[in-house]
């Protein structure tokens, strides 16, 4: 059975993706980014990874063509999907610190990347579903989507569009089990991890527990395995721990 990772090209996504070729190397892994040709420039051509363009800030559902259709047919469905695209910060963005950084742009861009790219993406999936086997579904979220955890503030955007993505997740786990049992959807938090993403933020994360993109893939790998259906609708940290919603 096929694992669907989105936002391959990112540092946890290739992790992850190189994980699970490495873990099952007789299933495919089909690979979401927007530069397909930027991800085999930093991966290679493993054997059963294939790449396909979609950007989750585009707002456009990811096409199902044949050529896709015949390849979920073919391995019997969708056993994994893991959404790792995300947003924090870029050349037109940066987290706010204050309310007066706050803008509508920035606040439509973390909410179309971090939150409604993952809805369009399993609405497009969902009818790849349906088997005995448990079909795990998997958003990567963030412990600062948490609003009973947030004591800092800041960083308007993210953290809105995080827990935004946290109650997709809750409602796709009352719905999902209803037309595609069996399945447990969950928001994970992956931890501090060394990337991109965070390196503007090196200062801060001195103080902080670091992983490295492989540790991270390999905690992730180590949770979504372990999920069984009663784990539906949970909100989990990397350590395998619940996190508050």
């Given at each position: 059975?096929?694992a ?23 299933q495919?892994?089909i690979?979401?980014?927007?530069n ?12 059963g ?5 979609w ?17 979920l ?12 695209a ?16 706050l ?12 939150c ?25 979220s ?19 569009s ?5 109650m ?26 060394r ?11 001195a103080?902080?527990?670091v ?5 991270t ?20 940290s990397?350590d395998?721990?619940?996190l508050?919603?």
């Amino acid at each position: 059975m096929a694992a669907i990772i989105a936002g391959i090209s990112g540092a946890i996504g290739q992790a992850l993706a190189l994980k699970y070729l490495d873990e099952f190397p007789e299933q495919p892994v089909i690979g979401l980014c927007r530069n397909p040709d930027k991800a085999t420039e930093a991966m290679g051509k493993p054997p059963g990874l294939q790449l396909r363009p979609w950007d989750a800030e585009s707002a456009v559902p990811l096409e199902v063509d044949d050529e896709l259709a015949q390849t979920l047919a073919d391995s019997g469905g969708i056993h994994r999907l893991v959404y790792a695209a995300g947003l924090l910060h870029d050349d037109r963005m940066f987290p706010e610190k204050r309310l007066e950084d706050l803008t509508a742009d920035n606040l439509a861009r973390a909410f179309q990347v971090n939150c409604v790219g993952f809805g369009l993406l399993v609405q497009a999936l969902s009818p790849w579903f349906r088997g005995p086997q448990l079909t795990r579904v998997a958003a990567i979220s963030a412990k600062v989507g948490s609003i009973s955890d947030n004591h800092l503030g800041g960083w308007y955007a993210y953290r809105c569009s995080k827990a935004a993505l946290n109650m997709l997740v809750k409602n796709l786990s009352v719905e999902l089990p209803r037309r595609y049992r069996p399945v447990a959807c969950v928001a994970l938090h992956p931890g501090t991890t060394r990337s991109g993403l965070s390196e503007p933020f090196s200062q801060s994360l001195a103080n902080l527990t670091v992983h490295e993109p492989e540790g991270t893939a390999d905690n992730l790998f180590r949770v979504i395995e372990a999920l069984q259906e009663h784990d539906n609708g949970r909100f989990i940290s990397w350590d395998g721990s619940d996190l508050p919603w």
